[in-house]
């Protein structure tokens, strides 16, 4: 969800002749990629099946020692010294790293661990971080090769084309190993001349999912309140303090246990986690799972439908460098999906899927949440929900947020500079400029807020959140992000229009983004072309499908393993399907079709199927041809 591709806006699509809906399937749109794939972080699992499923299972990570801080045990090496710390390369997190090759002359390394993966877990992605550094110099002949087994699988082999500056995350789906002891093995083999170095640290295999569903499909835990009191450093970078989160069982099936998300602990590692929970109360705090962004808390008795409970703990966030969602860019600090949030149980059972840097993740429902942030009152801190700042203790402001039915919760803190105004269907609209922004262009982007706001708002109903808060900042390498009443955004018309436009499709009507991210991204693609006068009439553009299993409708776990394809079909795809799914339609039948699905799935959870079943029943012909034609399963 940020700006057209994917939490970015790089490009508009190019225009090229449109061809009818009913016509076989157009030409594919060129939307621009921005995928989150670069950011060094911890190895947390990208390929997932979406939720728990079939027979119970524990989360569990199964290989030992991948890190190898603990010596060479249980890995073995084709020759001492594989697993080292000797100058020359580095690790990726400790002291410690596995250093294929790098000899430059034939030779060649085998490093490999037998593993079980339980059986009961339908959920399966191995992870390993990998630097590539050669004395090659071709562009185009792979003359040192690294191969990644498991089993008698290949799951990928790398080459001295590979050669990068950094470590980068690998991740494979290997559920169909499950309930078998297979070998994961990496093999590097080097020609004659000329080192190529691969360099391994950080291997994972994370299982989870699995668990029996329960009776019914109504999502639970619901209504979730969250009160929070936390007080940041000088800078703030860390924030200290206390969080509850109340919550009901709307199910019939007793609720024993909740999981918390903890998001952000995909930018760190297990060992140095950005955000820590303790002291838990309420509940019983278990292992962490999922790349320790999952905390499962037993609850003292089973919730029957209708009871109520709420957990407390003290929290901890420590934001890194980055201009990221979650990240600090110099003095200024995004603080996004930082707060932990109560998963959701379906009839599919609870969602605990891995965190996607290419996408999102998030699937959460509508909560209220009352935010306390006590920091220097040299920092301006924009928030979700509706602001007030009252004085605090020795040069210090207290900034009480309050949100009600919305799905995070975000905030920024810095020496930002602000300028305000008043859409002109009355919505307050804040922009916070990092240094390095124009008056010139944060005054364009508060008029885009203001006209944007109102564009969406008067297709798909009333804006419900108050106040909106915009931080611009140039140097977002994923271009924009959205939370409820709050964003990110460089300096870019589109992507601000777009990432306003996601208040409705993911804020107001909501999706479990990882499971179907087309649910808000191709529909605020599309809300963001009608709002700047765009009727995709040149919409597609020489379409060309990567495979028979490219859809628009899959999931992140497909477009993590296909990251390249992701803007292209979701945005680029997606939108100009629903553009053409409006001609079918015609333009008022469409569009009373869109505010009325708004309304009544508002601070609702949208499904595929649903979307469709709406669809189908306000157009006089069947509709099936065209989903098939448009790759819209569900």
């Not at 290989?63 to 100058?87: D, H, K, Y």
């Not at 949100?403 to 269907?425: C, E, H, L, M, Q």
């Amino acid at each position: 969800m940020r700006a057209t591709p994917h939490k970015a806006f790089a490009a508009t699509v190019s225009a090229v002749a449109a061809l009818a809906a009913a016509a076989l399937l157009p030409a594919a749109p060129a939307a621009a990629a921005s995928a989150r794939d670069t950011a060094p972080q911890t190895a947390a699992p990208a390929h997932a099946a979406p939720t728990q499923r079939a027979a119970a299972c524990t989360p569990t990570q199964v290989v030992a020692n991948g890190g190898f801080e603990g010596g060479t045990s249980p890995w073995s090496q084709s020759q001492t010294g594989l697993i080292t710390n000797r100058t020359g390369q580095s690790a990726h997190s400790g002291a410690w790293f596995a250093w294929l090759n790098g000899v430059g002359s034939t030779h060649t390394d085998t490093l490999s661990q037998s593993v079980t993966v339980p059986a009961g877990c339908s959920t399966a992605t191995l992870t390993f971080w990998l630097h590539v550094d050669t004395a090659e110099r071709t562009t185009s002949v792979k003359y040192d090769t690294l191969t990644a087994k498991i089993g008698s699988t290949t799951l990928a082999t790398y080459s001295n084309l590979d050669k990068n500056t950094g470590y980068v995350q690998k991740s494979f789906d290997v559920s169909a190993f499950a309930g078998q002891t297979v070998t994961v093995a990496f093999t590097g083999s080097e020609d004659s001349s000329l080192q190529t170095s691969f360099v391994v640290d950080d291997i994972a295999l994370d299982t989870s999912g699995g668990t029996v569903p329960p009776t019914d499909s109504t999502r639970t835990p619901a209504a979730p309140s969250y009160t929070v009191n936390l007080s940041s450093d000088t800078s703030g970078f860390v924030w200290t303090g206390h969080e509850t989160a109340s919550f009901t069982n709307a199910s019939a099936t007793p609720l024993s246990e909740v999981y918390l998300r903890l998001w952000d602990n995909y930018h760190g590692t297990c060992q140095a986690m950005p955000i820590a929970v303790t002291n838990v109360t309420g509940g019983t705090a278990g292992a962490l799972s999922v790349a320790c962004t999952a905390l499962k808390v037993t609850l003292p008795a089973p919730l029957n439908q209708g009871q109520s409970a709420t957990i407390g703990f003290d929290l901890s966030i420590t934001v890194p460098s980055g201009a990221d969602r979650f990240g600090h860019d110099g003095a200024f600090s995004n603080i996004g999906n930082a707060l932990p949030v109560l998963a959701v149980r379906d009839g599919a059972g609870w969602h605990l899927d891995p965190y996607t840097n290419n996408g999102e993740s998030f699937y959460s429902l509508a909560s209220d949440f009352d935010v306390t942030l006590d920091h220097p009152s040299g920092l301006l801190v924009p928030a979700t929900g509706t602001s007030a700042d009252t004085p605090g203790t020795s040069g210090r402001t207290v900034t009480r947020a309050t949100a009600a039915k919305v799905r995070d919760f975000a905030w920024g803190a810095g020496p930002f500079s602000k300028i305000s105004g008043t859409s002109g269907a009355g919505t307050p609209i804040n922009i916070y400029s990092v240094s390095g922004i124009s008056a010139s262009d944060a005054q364009s982007m508060l008029s885009t807020a203001k006209s944007a706001v109102d564009a969406h708002a008067a297709r798909f109903g009333a804006y419900p959140y108050g106040e909106l808060d915009a931080v611009i900042d140039n140097n977002y390498w994923f271009g924009g992000m959205e939370y409820p009443g709050f964003v990110l955004d460089l300096v870019s018309t589109t992507a601000l229009t777009h990432e306003i436009g996601h208040q409705w499709f993911y804020g107001i009507v909501g999706d479990d983004e990882y499971t179907s991210p087309w649910l808000d991204e191709a529909f605020t693609d599309y809300a963001t072309d009608l709002a700047q006068g765009k009727t995709g009439t040149n919409c597609w553009n020489s379409v060309s499908w990567a495979s028979s299993a490219e859809k628009i409708t899959n999931s992140m776990a497909y477009w993590d393993a296909n990251s390249s394809r992701y803007s292209t079909v979701v945005y680029g795809y997606g939108k100009c399907a629903l553009h053409d799914l409006r001609r079918q339609l015609g333009d008022s039948v469409m569009a009373k079709l869109l505010k009325d699905y708004a309304a009544s799935h508002w601070y609702g959870v949208s499904t595929t199927a649903e979307f469709k079943a709406a669809a189908q029943a306000v157009s006089p012909t069947d509709l099936t041809s065209f989903w098939t034609q448009h790759r819209i399963d569900g």
